[in-house]
């Protein structure tokens, strides 16, 4: 417990599931009330996590992994620096004084609109993720690592106008190492791909029809492929000798316009 009627509470248990299986399930949630006079830069949240673990034998380890996190309220904002004379340090934007302050900054401030006490932010982050680590005899173990993550972002914020988003990512990606340590030589070598998109993600800036009303459309795409490979030879006990390489084929792209909303 704390001020701004802070709570916070997380938990978490752990589960037998057979003699070579357990569970655990964790989650976290926490909502604290906004400092600024308008409720803003407040902390809602709501987490939860569930792990996998499967052990078959000795030279095989499975891990999965699952967790989710939602993000709320009315999310974080700014203050006017320097800031009024006599205000409050905790004044919003959006207090009928603060926007007569800002409508005094010349020659543009006259132009621009009331910020309204309108923040708010709904954000969802998914992630879903594995690990096999398999021992390949005396030779090496070989691990797998992949992973996906799904980002939905919807928000207003405020800097002496209006910022509202609503922006999505997916994420996709996918490691394999093989390797081994031993004392005179330690070695590893992989492979990596990443792939991430935004589809459809939208901004738009609003200070005034007569500044800035713009109203934006975009789609990123990143591609990437790497290999890599290190080794490690023990000469002597306070002597080694380190080598390794890696490639990285990355390829960015960005669709979109920004037309004018007014």
Do not use: C
Request: charged residues 20%.
């Amino acid at each position: 417990f704390g001020n701004y009627d802070h709570l916070r509470v997380t938990g978490a248990v752990n589960l037998p599931v057979s003699e070579t299986a357990a569970l655990r399930g964790a989650f976290n949630v926490v909502h604290r009330d906004g400092f600024l006079s308008d409720g803003a830069n407040d902390d809602i949240q709501q987490s939860g996590r569930l792990r996998f673990k499967w052990q078959p034998d000795s030279d095989v380890t499975l891990l999965l992994n699952a967790d989710y996190t939602h993000l709320g309220g009315k999310g974080g904002d700014y203050v006017y620096l320097p800031r009024r004379p006599g205000a409050s340090p905790y004044e919003a934007q959006s207090e009928p004084a603060a926007n007569a302050y800002m409508h005094g900054f010349g020659p543009l401030g006259a132009l621009s609109d009331d910020v309204r006490a309108d923040s708010r932010q709904d954000t969802n982050l998914l992630n879903l993720s594995a690990q096999l680590d398999w021992t390949l005899g005396d030779f090496a173990t070989l691990t797998l690592l992949p992973a996906y993550r799904k980002v939905h972002a919807r928000y207003v914020t405020h800097f002496a106008g209006s910022f509202t988003g609503d922006e999505k990512s997916e994420q996709a990606s996918f490691e394999a190492r093989l390797g081994n340590s031993g004392p005179d030589l330690t070695w590893v070598v992989g492979g990596y791909f990443f792939d991430e998109t935004a589809p459809n993600s939208v901004n738009d800036i609003y200070v005034s029809d007569i500044l800035q009303n713009y109203h934006i459309l975009y789609s990123p795409k990143t591609r990437a492929y790497a290999a890599f490979g290190q080794a490690t030879v023990s000469l002597a006990d306070s002597f080694r000798v380190i080598a390794g390489a890696r490639y990285t084929h990355e390829k960015r792209s960005l669709t979109g316009s920004i037309p004018s909303a007014s």
